[in-house]
């Protein structure tokens, strides 16, 4: 009989696979993690705090550095929190507007998801595709807002300008376009043999372990629970457009990725639909209040980014600053479960595990 020692050892916080100031404190015997404690805060910047010194409108380009791969959506919740709050109705095209920044903004996240994922387990070539795709992505939002990753379009009661000319026709070409990159990454790896060794039966877990550990997104989908805000809970215009929440019943690795595959097509879906339906003309901001005093009371929101469920909760005393601010961010929630995910697991499967998860950490640690 082998006799071994258990031995702690540090994954993280400067490591690649860690996706940003992750720490991962494992203990191992030999190849096998018998325990995993994850160390956060490494990134933690106060946003929520800092928040209730400024005014409403002050808070949105906080939001960009939360979640910075989906900037557009964080931007989106604040402004829906003060909107319900001081009841502002939002003009048609704005909307419009806000669907497309979002939506283009959730396959440009998913892209990143799908190409660093890919480089952690050894595959170099998707990481390139997906990166020069996102980058047409990130040129259309670059014309759209002026910024290329903390976009700060959003705008309480609307966005900041209008879309420039030739814009819309510009996402309209995109769509095929994409389609069609995302049929080649299903050829180059969902086919391959080795990356499904890599994911599939990987970091398996059940529907109830997912409702207990209050995962959302993709996360909690890969259980077969079907359930998007954008769907249960329409908020926006989102209750215009046809498209399907998209689930998996495994629970695995493999289950998360073809989630989050399918949800780039989904999202396809809306922006095509978006487009076609998109007003000749009209306002983009509505009738807004110099300085904003929302009521005294509460509000929170939902709605659905690209790691899940991401909320704004806004405490009111009258002011023109929040009295208390606070966010739900998803990918905090979701990392919950990892130490349950690691427990038993081989080393290899480390990073195919942390990647299934997606996490920001701007966001984890806020």
Known sequence: ???????????????????????????????????????????????????????????????????????MTNNYVLCHAVETMIELEVPERAEYLRVLAMELGRIASHLVWYGTYLLDIGATSPFLYAFRDREHIINLLNELSGGRLTFNYMRIGGVKWDAPEGWIEKVKNFVPYMREQIEGYHELVTGNEIFKERAKGIGTYTKEDAIAHSLSGANLRCTGVNYDIRKVEPYSIYDRFDFQVVTREEGDAWARYECRMQEMEESLKIVEQAVEQFPESGPVLGKVPRIIRPPKGEAYVRIESPRGEIGCYIASDGKKEPYRLKFRRPSFYNLQILPKLLKGENMANLVAILGGVDIVLGEVDG
């Open 1 to 71: 009989m082998i006799r071994t020692e258990e031995m702690l050892l540090n994954v993280g916080p400067q490591h690649p696979s860690t996706h940003g100031v992750f720490r991962l404190i494992l203990k191992i015997d030999g190849e096998i993690i018998k325990e995993a404690t994850p160390v956060i805060g490494y990134l933690h910047r106060g946003t929520e705090k800092i928040a209730e010194d400024l005014q409403y409108t002050q808070i949105i380009p906080y939001t960009d550095r939360m979640d910075y791969l989906s900037a």
